[in-house]
């Protein structure tokens, strides 16, 4: 019996260590490597200066982002986690800021109030009449709900807010100050708001009732069915304002 030869063992050969090529990039024709890059280091910079974290006012940030979610999602969509999303933060952000829900749409809410205020304000500033002055607001009370219905529904959404955070607390005070102030325009002097007489509690408690009730009635499509009824052109400003010139200018 002979022995086959054993054939030779094949003997790893190392990897190579050598570091790839790079690929190779081409650009089209007529275009400018250069200003690609500094473009794209724009763009990087611009992206930067967008981030809360580098203009520093991180909770402003959370607000906006708030507010944001707020008029495009609705109460429901507003949450956390959700806003902590969109600002593109941690979802411990809100919280740290905040404490809870609770207390981001409180101050939501302050800041609704006070840009709320400072509108009606304006507007009644322009009143050559305290009658004409009145009814300014009131236009200014309805064309903000119309534009920010979201923000205006949580100002009134007792439920979600806590009404013994200071800054909420000083901007809704604000608010009823200046609808007790417009309510006292109908009398001789002004409204004591701290205390009323039943007479002043029925005139606020009147022209509010009136304004938020058209409001509501507005935002919830209610009074869709009266406003077809009209003649064409009509739109529900007019409306308003012919019902307050019927009820508020001429108090009974």
Same mark, same amino acid.
Do not use: C
């Given at each position: 019996?002979?022995?086959?030869?054993?054939?030779?063992?094949?003997?790893?050969?190392?990897?190579?260590?050598?570091?790839?090529?790079?690929?190779? $990039?081409?650009?089209?024709?007529? $275009?400018?490597?250069?200003?690609? $890059?500094?473009?794209?280091?724009?763009?990087?910079?611009?992206?930067?200066?967008? !981030?809360?974290?580098?203009?520093?006012?991180?909770? %402003?940030?959370?607000?906006?982002?708030?507010?944001?979610?707020?008029?495009?999602?609705?109460?429901?969509?507003?949450?956390?986690?959700?806003?902590?999303?969109?600002?593109?933060? !941690?979802?411990?952000?809100?919280?740290?800021?905040?404490?809870?829900? !609770?207390?981001?749409?409180?101050?939501? #809410?302050?800041?609704?109030?006070?840009?709320?205020?400072?509108?009606?304000?304006? #507007?009644?500033?322009? %009143?050559?009449?305290?009658?004409?002055? #009145?009814? #300014?607001?009131?236009?200014?009370?309805? !064309?903000?709900?119309?534009?920010?219905?979201?923000?205006?529904?949580?100002?009134?959404?007792?439920?979600?807010?806590?009404?013994?955070?200071?800054?909420?607390?000083?901007?809704?005070?604000?608010?009823?100050?200046?609808?007790?102030?417009?309510?006292?325009?109908?009398?001789?002097?002004?409204?004591?708001?701290?205390?009323?007489?039943?007479?002043?509690?029925?005139?606020?408690?009147?022209?509010?009732?009136? $304004?938020? %009730?058209?409001?509501?009635?507005?935002?919830?499509?209610?009074?869709?069915?009266?406003?077809?009824?009209?003649?064409?052109?009509?739109?529900?400003?007019?409306?308003?304002?012919?019902?307050?010139?019927?009820?508020?200018?001429?108090?009974?």
């Amino acid at each position: 019996m002979t022995n086959k030869p054993v054939p030779p063992r094949k003997t790893r050969t190392a990897r190579s260590t050598a570091p790839p090529r790079a690929k190779k $990039v081409s650009f089209k024709q007529g $275009v400018d490597p250069k200003a690609l $890059v500094r473009a794209a280091l724009e763009k990087a910079k611009a992206k930067a200066a967008a !981030s809360p974290y580098h203009h520093g006012d991180l909770r %402003g940030a959370l607000l906006m982002a708030a507010e944001k979610l707020l008029e495009r999602d609705g109460l429901p969509g507003l949450t956390l986690r959700a806003v902590a999303r969109e600002a593109g933060v !941690s979802h411990a952000a809100p919280m740290h800021h905040f404490g809870d829900l !609770s207390g981001l749409v409180s101050e939501l #809410a302050a800041i609704g109030f006070r840009n709320f205020n400072a509108t009606m304000a304006a #507007a009644g500033s322009t %009143g050559a009449t305290p009658v004409d002055s #009145a009814l #300014a607001r009131a236009r200014a009370y309805l !064309s903000y709900a119309r534009t920010r219905p979201g923000m205006y529904r949580l100002m009134f959404r007792t439920d979600w807010l806590d009404m013994t955070r200071p800054a909420l607390r000083e901007a809704a005070n604000a608010s009823f100050t200046a609808l007790a102030t417009v309510s006292g325009a109908q009398h001789a002097g002004n409204v004591a708001t701290d205390a009323l007489t039943m007479d002043q509690a029925a005139q606020i408690a009147r022209n509010w009732s009136l $304004v938020h %009730g058209f409001t509501m009635l507005m935002l919830d499509g209610r009074l869709n069915d009266i406003l077809r009824r009209l003649p064409e052109g009509t739109d529900a400003e007019r409306l308003f304002v012919e019902m307050l010139k019927i009820t508020v200018a001429k108090p009974a």
